[in-house]
């Protein structure tokens, strides 16, 4: 991957979303999305402005001159989410960071082996960040699906595919209704961390609070869980107090029942603005009549990654497992 080629797709982006936004007098991040709807379809009536046109014109050509890598391109529309973003303090708002989206890549890799014809899904696509950065790492082909509720971030998602010319099927809706969607092998998602709101679409999951709202990062997990295959895999970008909070023994009690717990990779501390935002990735498997737990758990304190050796010790350490343990737990 060419850096180069990464700041060109960035640069066109974000003049033309500055020019759509400046000039249509619309949000930055709805300008991307019309930017790259452009890109695609010059013939969109985007603007009756011909001086607009024009401008947007001059820079969707840098698009026809040279054909861009897909990471090249998730990159570059990454470095304007993020520009558009900026002073964003929802947690939804937030983006995957690159070394989170490449680890969780490497463990798909690890999960889904030979499978030629994988379903993978995440339930919090966000912008289609995480989701198509491990799409662009897996080895074969798969069947992606993603969803979210926020128009604004899943019309960033469709044109973020479109761009790279991934196929994925999206859900505008809250994750936690109901899904026209059969069971998949592999569910990927950066977990909303709070409380849901809505007390009664709640009470239909398990892990309902008794009183109050419930955690939507704990019904994420159950609803998860519904839409995997038996003895499929889950991979969850989770907060590091998700086993310490007020409602964390009921989570605990429901994942004995229903999943086995492959994992616990805790990210390194100096990557987070302050300790209460430190994240780690949960390997689950979805219980099946030919499942077991692994003899082990892999728990990992993964070191910075910008100490290579470091990090080279701890993958030997992850690949030793998966070859230990992996092999006897596919169902």
Do not use: C
């Amino acid at each position: 991957m060419e850096q180069q080629n990464v700041e060109k797709v960035y640069q066109a982006l974000d003049q033309m979303a500055e020019a759509l936004e400046t000039r249509e007098n619309i949000p930055y991040l709805d300008a991307l999305g019309a930017a790259m709807e452009y890109i695609l379809d010059r013939d969109t009536e985007i603007t009756e402005q011909p001086l607009l046109k024009q401008q947007l014109e001059k820079h969707a050509a840098v698009f026809d001159d040279q054909s861009y890598q897909k990471e090249e391109i998730r990159k570059g529309i990454q470095l304007s989410i993020l520009k558009g973003m900026k002073g964003a303090t929802q947690q939804q708002h937030m983006l995957t960071p690159d070394t989170v989206a490449m680890l969780i890549g490497y463990l798909t890799n690890k999960l889904i082996g030979k499978n030629e014809d994988f379903r993978i899904f995440d339930p919090a696509v966000g912008t289609g960040n995480l989701l198509t950065a491990v799409l662009n790492q897996v080895e074969r082909e798969g069947h992606a699906y993603g969803s979210d509720v926020d128009p604004t971030l899943i019309q960033l998602a469709v044109m973020n595919a479109n761009m790279q010319e991934r196929q994925i099927e999206f859900f505008h809706q809250d994750s936690l209704r109901p899904f026209l969607l059969e069971p998949v092998d592999l569910v990927v998602s950066d977990l909303p961390v709070g409380y849901y709101p809505d007390d009664i679409q709640a009470a239909q999951f398990e892990l309902k609070a008794e009183e109050g709202h419930s955690y939507s990062h704990h019904l994420f997990i159950e609803q998860s869980l519904h839409y995997t295959k038996e003895g499929g895999y889950l991979l969850f970008v989770v907060p590091n107090f998700l086993f310490e909070s007020d409602q964390a023994r009921s989570l605990h009690t429901f994942l004995q029942q229903h999943a086995h717990i492959l994992g616990l990779l805790q990210f390194p501390e100096s990557m987070f603005k302050n300790e209460s935002q430190a994240k780690s990735v949960l390997i689950l498997q979805k219980k099946g009549t030919l499942t077991t737990a692994p003899k082990q758990a892999l728990l990992v304190q993964l070191p910075s990654f910008k100490n290579p050796n470091a990090m080279a010790n701890v993958l030997k350490q992850i690949n030793d497992w998966f070859d230990n343990e992996l092999s006897g737990l596919k169902n």
